[in-house]
């Protein structure tokens, strides 16, 4: 066999070599020969074939070996996958190259380094298995790489014990899982150039959203130092979200910004037996993202671009999961991977399964992570703090067991797939852990900080990743449901149903449901759970002399340049979210309407609120925007609404002005919304009125010639027609949307709108709980209906049903 088969060039391989070069070569390959062109740089390198892979088990005669090693193996046994794993990889190790092999491969490695102008170069040796990253298995982290290694003598050590990673203990079990044959298998290693990303930042990018498999979006995840910190999960990596449809013209579509845990970064090593090193991260790095915005939208370009050229290869959508890195040098950004998404892109759109807790138990929190997918699960905590360990001393893990540990990865697969829940005191959730519990279906909760010490093994606790990003471990055993869904099996309805939306954090798994936008999305979510101070406080607290409350605040806006651009970026990037999920559909943003007994509990309200005695009917909405005592604070909500709207181009996004008890209230509220670039009409800028007092529909009339619509507030409006307090039990058998007053003030409504020639829709509770309720929205005209996500199926059917007789008759 001729030596030219045992090496290639990177530009040699394409999608169509996979036998010979491997998935992640053949990727490789296929980008630097179609993607340079459009400036993704791609470092180079070269291949050592399949069958040179092949050449040395033949040579050494390893073969029979390896099979019997195979064939000894309990599956079921851990201690007994793991005996046999160590003694094939010893058995490769153990074994010698042919001259022939080494010869050609050495002399590759001195064409590279001569290129560089370097006697020996820095490379990255990388394992690519002919399995690896096909369409139905991601195969992720099954083979090893091996970082910065320098010389000869070190680029035989790594590909040999690259060729022994074909049988890592995870590697075995996760083929035998996916039933693929160890002996049609063959790997091939690349030998490419290093990003120096120990000097600069490097990770992961997703061209989908990874728990909900939202499509418009790229998800990036990144850390400083090499990029297996990030893969490993050994750190909680900077996460950035942008949204794919407004990558293109002047917009900066960041839709979101979280800051990670950087604490430790991987460098080079400072001596030859040392290839990296893992150091802490500098205290002021730690507090900054890694990357800047123009990188950011330089990456998820790249990404948007790779998946198109990938799905266009292969005639349908293919989502990718790409490794990148920047070079600390150059600046320069780098693709050093890119993959198939083996998950989301095998689901079908049409079923839509959902996992939620049951209303109406306690729910004491333990501690709350990163959400590893969508599932719920309940079992009995299992500490362990080291795999070896627990299997040397022969602990058993039964399946069924809650996994609890510092950090996962793929090395635990065999105790993975037993596990009925994951949890973690460290990674992200793009790590390979994260990836393979995705993969074999296993709610992961990740980087929970103190899972190890806050969790007692044999304490039954149930891992809940079914409420958003944010993953949640209650205490004991509790209650919850799946409920599965075909959508093609929904009636088709004329009346527009949207969606009350509150969390950005579940409005990506929204988006697939039948809707026509959102009716409601409430500022007041974000406000407490992102941003989680008052925002007069944020503003005012360096003149307060309160140095407990200044302390809490300098920790909160950690890698922003200020309080301000804190509230305004988290509340933007909450509101977008919402607004990416289901543009171009219109989204309703609600401004905030908090109570000042809730604006008290905030950080910091104590110093800006007034004790009232009712507060439901004191200082709340319209009336606090134009207050002197709240005006700046509410420009820091129009500003933030400006940005979404303008930088980051969701003109989706139109807002709702709640609590407004009078006209001259609202042209109040619309100069000062002016004031700070807020104008109605301009780049089409709606705005609505919450029609939620009886002051709101006696004069609907007049309201109108300022607004572009209403949206009902059936809560409020049921309360202030009836003249009771809905927090009272004492009257809580009142309170009704369907009483005949309530339903008259509506009518009245929706008649007056009709005359005006605007929109009137609804958005409080009583259509997602009462469907004659909806039955009489629908028979009076509404505009719209908009419900909560849980209640959407009922709801089509109620419509459906209604719409059906008013056909009959």
Same mark, same amino acid.
């Given at each position: ?61 390893? $073969? ?58 820095? +490379? ?9 990253? *096909?369409? &139905? ?25 690259? @060729? ?11 083929? =035998?899982?996916?039933?693929?044959? =160890? ?14 990303? &120990? ?9 989908? &959203? ?20 990030? !893969? ?7 996460? @950035? ?17 979280? *800051? ?6 991987? +460098?080079?090593? $400072? ?41 266009? /290869? ?14 600390? #040098? ?5 693709? !050093? ?57 022969? =602990? ?35 790590? =390979? ?112 002399? &309160? ?34 999920? @289901?543009?171009?559909?219109? +989204?309703?943003? /609600? ?62 996004? +139109? ?66 027609? #009836? ?49 004659? @309720? ?36």
């Amino acid at each position: 066999m001729s030596s030219s088969t045992y090496i290639l060039n990177l530009k040699q391989v394409g999608l169509d070599d996979i036998e010979i070069a491997g998935g992640k070569n053949a990727s490789l390959g296929e980008m630097i020969n179609n993607l340079s062109q459009l400036g993704i740089r791609i470092p180079g390198g070269f291949v050592i074939t399949v069958d040179a892979y092949r050449k040395f088990i033949e040579v050494n005669k390893l $073969d029979q070996e390896i099979r019997r090693f195979i064939d000894s193996i309990d599956f079921n046994n851990v201690e007994s996958l793991r005996r046999a794993g160590l003694q094939i990889r010893q058995l490769i190790r153990n074994s010698k190259f042919p001259p022939e092999l080494s010869s050609v491969i050495i002399e590759q490695y001195r064409l590279l380094s001569s290129e560089y102008s370097q006697p020996d170069t820095d +490379v990255a040796v990388r394992s690519s298995a002919t399995a690896e990253d *096909l369409p &139905d298995a991601s195969f992720a982290g099954q083979q090893e790489t091996y970082l910065n290694v320098r010389g000869p003598a070190a680029l035989m050590d790594s590909v040999r014990n690259c @060729f022994a990673s074909l049988f890592t203990d995870r590697a075995i079990s996760y083929r =035998h899982s996916f039933k693929y044959d =160890h002996f049609r298998l063959g790997l091939s290693v690349c030998i490419q150039k290093m990003v120096r990303s &120990d000097l600069g930042a490097s990770g992961v990018a997703f061209s989908l &959203d990874t728990e909900s498999g939202f499509r418009d979006v790229v998800v990036i995840n990144g850390s400083y130092g090499l990029g297996e910190m990030v !893969v490993q999960g050994a750190v909680s990596p900077d996460e @950035f979200i942008v949204f794919k449809p407004r990558l293109k013209g002047q917009y900066k579509p960041i839709i979101e910004k979280k *800051l990670g845990v950087k604490d430790k970064m991987m +460098v080079y090593g $400072d001596d030859p037996d040392e290839r990296v090193k893992v150091i802490s991260t500098d205290r002021s790095a730690q507090y900054r993202f890694c990357l800047s915005d123009d990188k950011v939208m330089e990456l998820a370009r790249w990404v948007v671009q790779i998946e198109e050229y990938y799905s266009n /290869r292969k005639g349908k959508w293919c989502p990718m999961d790409v490794e990148w890195a920047v070079d600390g #040098l150059s600046g320069l950004l780098f693709i !050093v991977q890119a993959r198939p998404e083996t998950i989301h892109s095998r689901k079908s759109p049409n079923t839509i399964i959902s996992y939620s807790m049951k209303p109406g138990q306690a729910k004491p929190v333990l501690l709350k992570g990163i959400a590893v997918g969508d599932k719920i699960a309940c079992g009995q905590v299992n500490i362990m703090h080291s795999l070896d360990i627990r299997v040397a001393d022969a =602990h058993g893990f039964n399946a069924g067991d809650v996994l609890v540990t510092d950090m996962t990865d793929p090395d635990w697969e065999p105790i993975m797939k037993k596990a009925s829940a994951i949890i973690t005191n460290k990674g992200g959730r793009t790590c =390979h852990a994260a990836i393979v519990a995705r993969e074999m279906g296993v709610p992961a909760i990740v980087g929970c900080g103190k899972a190890t010490e806050l969790l007692i093994s044999g304490q039954t606790v149930t891992a809940s990743c079914g409420e958003g990003d944010e993953g949640i471990i209650y205490e004991g055993a509790l209650e919850y449901e799946k409920l599965e869904t075909r959508l093609d099996e929904l009636p088709r309805i004329d009346t527009p149903l949207m969606l009350n939306v509150g969390s950005p954090a579940m409005a990506f798994n929204y988006a697939h449901l039948p809707n026509k936008g959102v009716g409601l999305a409430r500022e007041e979510f974000i406000i407490n759970n992102y941003i989680q101070a008052h925002p007069m406080a944020l503003l005012k607290h360096q003149s307060l002399g &309160d140095k407990e409350l200044s302390l809490a605040i300098t920790g909160m806006i950690r890698g922003y340049s200020n309080e301000e651009e804190y509230f305004i970026s988290k509340l933007g990037f909450g509101i977008a979210r919402i607004a990416a999920a @289901f543009y171009p559909n219109k +989204v309703i943003v /609600r401004f905030s309407d908090f109570k000042s007994n809730e604006y008290f509990n905030l950080l910091g309200g104590k110093y800006f609120e007034p004790k009232e005695e009712n507060p439901m009917i004191g200082w709340r909405g319209a009336s606090r925007y134009y207050s002197p005592d709240y005006k700046e604070a509410f420009g820091l909500e129009c500003r933030a609404i400006k940005r979404v709207r303008e930088e980051m181009g969701l003109e989706n996004v +139109v807002v709702m002005i709640p609590f407004c008890r009078t006209v001259t209230e609202l042209l109040k509220v619309k100069e000062v919304m002016k004031e700070f670039g807020l104008v109605q009409g301009e780049k089409g800028l709606e705005i609505y009125l919450m029609a939620e007092l009886p002051s709101n529909i006696i004069m609907a009339k007049e309201f109108a010639k300022h607004i572009d619509g209403f949206s009902i507030g059936s809560n409020d409006l049921t309360q202030l027609t #009836l003249g009771l307090d809905r927090d009272s039990s004492l009257v809580a058998h009142i309170y009704d949307e369907r009483n005949e007053a309530v339903k008259t003030m509506i009518s009245m409504l929706i008649e007056t709108a009709k005359q005006a020639k605007v929109k009137v829709g609804i958005c409080g509770q009583g259509p997602s709980d009462f469907p004659d @309720f909806t039955k009489f929205l629908v028979e009076n005209g509404i505009d719209s209906i908009s419900v909560t996500p849980d209640s959407v199926i009922k709801t089509v059917n109620a419509i459906h049903a209604v719409e059906r007789r008013s056909v009959a008759f």
